[in-house]
Structures are given as C-alpha cells and as structure tokens.
C-alpha cells in the first residue's frame, strides 16, 4: 500500500525526533543488581530447664529424730548409761586400774557434758579410745581386761550439703562411722557402726548387730568431746572415745 505525501511527512518527522532523542541521552551505566539480603540469623533455641535436685535422703534415711533410728534394743542399752558408768568405774578400780581411771579426770566423769556448742566443727581430730570394765562372759562373770587405753588416731567430722553431721574414726583396727543426732542441751546422740581389721568400708546401722552403736557424744572442754558407748557388742562395759583439735 502506498502512503500519501502527508502521511510520509508525518512519518519521517516522527523518525528524525526519535534518532534525535537517541542521539541527545548519554550511555548509562547499566543498573547493579541488588546485593542479596542475608536472612537475620535464627535465635539461638532456649536451654532445657535443669530438674530440680532431689533432696539427698541422708545417711540414714534423712530426719532428725534418732529413736526412729535406732533398734529397740540399742535404746535400751542407752538408756541404762547411767548403770554402764557405775558397774564399769567400779570394775576397774576394783582390779587395779584406780590410778590409771583417776587420771584422765574429767574424761571419765558422768556428769562432765557441758552445754552448748555440743556439734564439734567439721574437720580432723585427734582421738582415742579406753575402755572401762569388761564385758559379762555370760557365765555370770566377766572376761577381759577391765582397763585398756589406746594411743592417739585420727577422726574426721563432716557435715553434709544435706545436713547430715557424721563422725568417723578413720585409723586403727577398729574404726567407727555414724551421725549424731540432736538429743537434749547437754548431749547428742550417736548412731553408727564399726568396720574392723583391713576392711574398705563400713556396715549399715542396722544391718550387722555385733557391729552397730549408739552412744551420746558430749563436749567436756573449749575443744574437746568425748563419744561415750554403754555395755558395747565386744569387750566392755563402757567405751569412751575423746575428740581433741
């Protein structure tokens, strides 16, 4: 099809203002991509809530109460300290040992518990043991020595994160491990055991009864205790074991 002469006119005027536009704009650069976006990083998750501690049950099964503790028949036995005193001073004496009982005063005084401060502070001790009168053979006499003191060893305290006081005889062949119990002003009241010879370790309360013990344990001076057993499973009549830092 053929233009007209106007139309043509038209048309290469339009032609020319485009080439003239082309020509006027300058080369631009051609626009940068956008930088990518890094994604925000996730929160860390939350840390598992740690269980709560469970309450250690103790030593002993926990409480403060040592008659829940102790068998029928050590309480008995505690509770004729005042007759272990009595028959196990006279025995000695009576055999030859008055001097040596005289000697260690206010060890072997019944009546020495002062009040107050009774639980020793945790740590090491110097400890040793007598022993007063001599344990019944059953034949209605008695066999043994009625007198025995042993050197010095070593005793440790500990109190627990739980609260348990605990008194260990660490040395010699015949040691002892147990917790004392609050009692009255003047004394608590101990439960333990012994372990004997080359032995690791130590029986439970209650578990072996020729080995268990229960005694009251005093404080006698500004830094000294004493841990006294009536009518012991072996030897005598009364056990004294004293505590000195």
């Known amino acids: ?3 007209g002469p106007a139309c043509a006119v038209v048309i290469l005027s339009a032609a020319a203002l485009t080439g003239c536009d082309r020509a006027a704009a300058p080369d631009r650069p051609a626009s940068p991509a956008p930088a990518p976006v890094e994604p925000a990083p996730e929160a860390p998750a939350p ?4 269980p709560a501690a469970t309450p250690s049950p103790g030593e002993q099964g926990g409480g403060d109460d040592w008659r829940a503790v102790a068998t029928p028949a050590d309480a008995s036995l505690l509770g004729r300290l005042d007759q272990a005193w009595r028959l196990a001073r006279a025995e000695a004496e009576e055999r030859g040992f008055a001097d040596e009982v005289e000697s260690l005063g206010v060890l072997v005084d019944p009546n020495a518990g ?3 401060r009774l639980q020793p502070p945790p740590g090491d001790y ?9 344990r019944d053979s059953g034949q209605g006499g008695s066999g043994g020595l009625a007198y025995v003191a ?5 005793c440790r305290v500990e109190l627990t994160p739980g609260g348990d006081l605990i008194l260990e005889k660490t040395t ?5 491990r147990g ?4 009692d009255t002003d003047r004394r608590l009241v101990y439960v333990g055991a012994q372990a004997w010879g080359d032995e690791t370790g130590f029986p439970a309360y209650g578990a072996r009864a020729e080995r268990d013990q229960l005694g009251v344990f005093e404080r006698i001076g500004p830094q000294r205790w004493r841990l006294v057993i009536p009518f012991p499973k072996q030897e005598s009549k009364l056990d004294i074991l004293e ?3």
């Open 1 to 3: 099809m053929r233009l």
């Open 47 to 50: 840390a598992p809530e740690a």
């Open 114 to 116: 002062q009040a107050g």
């Open 126 to 134: 110097r400890c040793r043991t007598i022993k007063l009168g001599a």
């Open 150 to 154: 042993y050197p010095a060893f070593r």
């Open 172 to 176: 010699g062949s015949q040691r002892t």
């Open 179 to 182: 917790l004392l119990y609050p």
């Open 243 to 245: 505590l000195t830092r």
